[in-house]
């Protein structure tokens, strides 16, 4: 009885992580400029996100390394290994230079005990996943009640996290989760339609570049086999989109692929890289330190995650740190007999995002819970077999 109890809850803190993912994404200063007409939810409600997410990480890693002793079938596989070796690279170098050192450890660490933990509630309950798909469709519908006007006035959609390129990321991360889960537990068609268009408008309504190119990705990878699915799903979702456009001033959509070779001088990222450049020409090989970023670019993002590293780790380190990230997803799609090209395909979108952001070092940010969740997603495919053979050894 003991041991069920620890499991179910073990599941529900990893459906809490779930529900509680979008709502800790901060909101910065030079973002409350975006805000001036956006509804925006209570801010305790960030505080008692972040102060739960705090908890629930804490409690769901020390059950991971209890398990790891007890649990037989429950392991870390190749792709989590190299993910937290990603993190553990940048934190040798930041313990070196005595800056940062703490964020960096928190990341390999979280990154190398959550996912498994992840995995194994979701092998052990897969019905879980349902309670995800549940999250969707409020976080949608909060999304829409809450900012829905903004579309109406010409103005880029960004749901309750109160900025649209964070409501970006997540729109990609639920359109793998739906399909995801679509495929085990077969969600009702009708609500799965209505869930996957509605993601996908209203990822054209944040006019985030960097989803619009992950959801279209996701899509190839996930009908990567049915070409007919495919190229109905993609003509219906053109038609829809052409439809509402006859009804919605969606030029605010539209343009933002419009003059994209002046899109970083126009938001401001252009003048954080040239502040960052004259450092990196001097101290190109090994970096200027971990905090290079804040000293020299004045910037706590730099809306670049790899001019950020080569910043303020150099290439040997950027490259020694990229390749573990790389190998991840590597080791993850040549398991595809396993494991959903999509998941290996959100590790791609995710490493293309942080040419606009810098998601890797985001602790606080809802795109590392994200994150873990596609790892642990990867964990329990790679897991899944060990467990129906260990059932089957104990039947005969």
């Known amino acids: 009885m003991l041991k069920l109890n620890h499991l179910n809850l073990v599941q529900c803190l990893v459906i809490m992580l779930f529900a509680l993912a979008p709502f800790v994404m901060s909101i910065s200063n030079s973002e409350m400029t975006e805000m001036l007409t956006i509804r925006t939810l209570p801010p305790i409600t960030l505080t008692i996100a972040s102060v739960m997410r705090w908890i629930i990480f804490c409690i769901l890693a020390g059950v991971s390394i209890l398990y790891l002793n007890t649990k037989k079938g429950f392991r870390i596989t190749t792709p989590v290994y190299f993910i937290s070796l990603f993190y553990f690279v940048q934190f040798c170098y930041a313990l070196v230079e005595g800056v940062d050192y703490i964020r960096?450890?928190?990341?390999?660490?979280?990154?190398?005990?959550?996912p498994p933990i992840i995995g194994y509630a979701i092998m052990r309950?897969?019905?879980?996943?349902?309670?995800?798909?549940?999250?969707?469709?409020?976080?949608?519908?909060?999304?829409?009640?809450?900012?829905?006007?903004?579309?109406?006035?010409?103005?880029r959609f960004s749901g309750f996290v109160n900025n649209s390129n964070a409501y970006g990321i997540s729109t990609v991360f639920w359109?793998?989760?739906?399909?995801?889960?679509?495929?085990?537990?077969?969600?009702?068609?009708?609500?799965?339609?209505?869930?996957?268009?509605?993601?996908?408008?209203?990822?054209?309504?944040?006019?985030?570049?960097?989803a619009m190119v992950g959801v279209l990705l996701?899509?190839?990878?996930?009908?990567?086999?049915?070409?007919?699915?495919?190229?109905?799903?993609?003509?219906?979702?053109?038609?829809?989109?052409?439809?509402?456009?006859?009804?919605?001033?969606?030029?605010?959509?539209?343009?933002?692929?419009?003059?994209l070779s002046g899109a970083a001088a126009d938001s401001g990222r252009k003048d954080i890289w040239k502040g960052a450049y004259f450092a990196i020409n001097n101290n190109m090989w090994w970096g200027n330190g971990m905090d290079a970023n804040e000293v020299i670019a004045g910037t706590g993002n730099m809306h670049n995650c790899y001019i950020r590293f080569v910043l303020n780790m150099g290439?040997?380190?950027?490259?020694?740190?990229?390749?573990?990230?790389?190998?991840?997803?590597?080791?993850?799609?040549?398991?595809?007999?396993?494991?959903?090209l999509i998941l290996a395909g959100y590790l791609v979108v995710y490493a293309l995002m942080n040419l606009g952001e810098d998601y890797f070092v985001g602790i606080g940010s809802s795109a590392f819970i994200y994150m873990l969740f596609i790892y642990g997603f990867i964990n329990y495919?790679?897991?899944k077999q060990d467990a129906v053979t260990n059932s089957t050894t104990k039947v005969k």
């Open 104 to 114: 960096f450890f928190s990341l390999s660490v979280l990154s190398l005990l959550l």
């Open 125 to 155: 309950n897969r019905s879980i996943t349902k309670f995800f798909i549940y999250c969707i469709a409020f976080f949608i519908f909060l999304s829409v009640l809450l900012n829905g006007h903004l579309v109406l006035s010409g103005h």
């Open 175 to 210: 359109l793998v989760i739906l399909f995801l889960v679509n495929q085990s537990q077969s969600v009702n068609k009708r609500w799965f339609y209505i869930i996957g268009v509605a993601i996908f408008l209203t990822m054209l309504f944040a006019g985030s570049r960097n």
């Open 218 to 259: 996701i899509f190839i990878l996930e009908y990567f086999n049915k070409l007919k699915s495919f190229i109905r799903s993609i003509v219906l979702l053109i038609l829809l989109f052409t439809i509402v456009s006859y009804f919605l001033d969606l030029s605010f959509v539209l343009g933002r692929f419009e003059n």
């Open 315 to 340: 290439i040997v380190f950027t490259v020694l740190s990229l390749l573990m990230y790389f190998l991840s997803i590597i080791t993850s799609f040549t398991q595809k007999h396993k494991v959903p």
């Open 381 to 383: 495919y790679l897991t």
